[in-house]
């Protein structure tokens, strides 16, 4: 990353200093990026800088991909979601589901509405713990909005990692914290900032979007003419709040209602949003002639290279990316559970990483094979 003379940050995505813990996830997959460069480079010491950069980055955009559908996707949608729209992973073949009449664009209903679900699950605090999973420290969220300061000191950054994965998420519902409805890009010393929710109502409307009504008929559920109809769908305050606002069901809009909705069993988020999200990352997957399971694509893995790929967990990024966390739980996205999802240390054998001598591309000297099947190890010679 290279700094603005502003102290921000300044990488490929603009949003990078929008708040700090989007910050810390553009830092880990920067530095996943020059990790493999790193390794890649005593493979095949006869690539150039450009391979080294192209294959880092296809390496990277592959591991996001597995990691998002493998990981992200089945807490978000549930078993029975990803089933029903084939967003289920291939555990050992190729996937040879690319389907070049679909656009894998992205929905304006996901980019404006459904995708933005997760500012129901904002805290009002962001915390820090440290590499014993103990709390240390905790900074309100509206303080940490373009403001990456923290990250300048030495350990913080493993610190907001170790929170992430210790602290309790907020439910997903019609409950915003106030940190964004009411302090939202707040300047320094001003009491007041913007209003993230009037931001998603606005948005939806400036991009002509239906309303919340005609995407649950488009997603097969069933249509509601009176807000009585919608008791059951949502809890009974927000029915009786919209009856206030509103003088129909077809005038709510879509984010409101989108987060409003029970959830599914087994899943986050409500049958709209569930649907409309997985929609959008069955177009994601089925229409990218370079999604990293196919077959016969110039810009395919070989075998070998597409399981080592599967191997790729987001709490192996996190150990090997990171300086100070030495036990993580094998799903970090979950609390930890002694049973379900305990903590393990980094280097035991049960986070493997990806072994990358599966890219040499020619046979090795006796002494640089045995430093090449060190890289399986990611605490071997290469270090941290």
Same mark, same amino acid.
């Given at each position: ?6 102290? =921000? ?11 700090l813990v989007l910050t810390c ?38 591991e996001i991909q597995h990691v ?77 909005? #373009? ?46 900032? =913007? ?7 606005? #948005? ?23 807000? +009585? ?58 229409? +990218? ?30 150990? +090997? ?13 979950? =609390? ?18 990806? +072994? ?18 060190? =890289? ?9």
């Amino acid at each position: 990353m290279i700094l603005h003379r502003s102290p =921000l940050l300044l990488i490929g995505e603009i949003r990078v200093n929008e708040q700090l813990v989007l910050t810390c996830m553009h830092t880990l997959m920067a530095r996943e990026h020059n990790r493999l460069a790193k390794a890649l480079a005593i493979v095949n010491p006869h690539w150039d800088d450009e391979i080294l950069f192209q294959e880092a980055r296809r390496i990277v955009i592959a591991e996001i991909q597995h990691v998002t559908y493998n990981e992200f996707l089945p807490i978000l949608l549930g078993k029975d979601v990803m089933e029903k729209f084939g967003l289920l992973l291939e555990k050992e073949n190729y996937w040879d589901g690319y389907d070049p009449s679909i656009n894998p664009g992205v929905i304006d209903a996901f980019a404006s509405a459904a995708f933005r679900f997760g500012h129901s699950l904002l805290p009002t605090a962001v915390e820090r713990w440290s590499k014993a999973h103990k709390f240390i420290a905790s900074k309100r969220l509206s303080d940490l909005i #373009r403001r990456p300061y923290d990250l300048y000191r030495a350990g913080v950054f493993d610190e907001y990692f170790m929170g992430l994965m210790n602290q309790v998420a907020q439910a997903m519902d019609d409950s915003i914290t106030q940190e964004v409805t009411n302090h939202l890009f707040k300047k320094v010393g001003a009491k007041f900032g =913007l209003d993230l929710v009037s931001f998603n109502m606005q #948005r939806g409307r400036e991009f002509g979007i239906p309303s919340y009504m005609e995407f649950r008929k488009y997603c097969g559920l069933p249509e509601a003419n009176t807000f +009585d109809e919608l008791f059951g769908s949502m809890p009974n305050e927000t029915v009786r709040r919209y009856s206030t606002i509103f003088e129909h069901p077809a005038d709510v809009d879509l984010w409101s209602g989108g987060v409003s909705e029970r959830p599914l069993p087994g899943s986050m988020l409500g049958p709209t949003f569930a649907c409309l999200i997985a929609t959008q990352f069955s177009y994601s997957r089925r229409g +990218d002639r370079f999604w990293y399971e196919l077959p016969n694509q110039p810009s395919s893995f070989t075998h070998e290279q597409l399981n080592e790929i599967r191997k790729t967990k987001l709490a192996r990024l996190i150990c +090997d990316n990171t300086d100070l966390i030495d036990t993580i739980q094998i799903y970090p996205m979950v =609390l930890p559970d002694h049973e379900i999802n305990p903590r393990v240390p980094c280097r035991s054998g049960i986070l493997p990483g990806i +072994d990358l001598s599966k890219w040499a591309e020619f046979p090795t000297t006796s002494h640089a094979t045995q430093y090449v099947s060190n =890289l399986a190890d990611p605490y071997g010679q290469l270090g941290k």
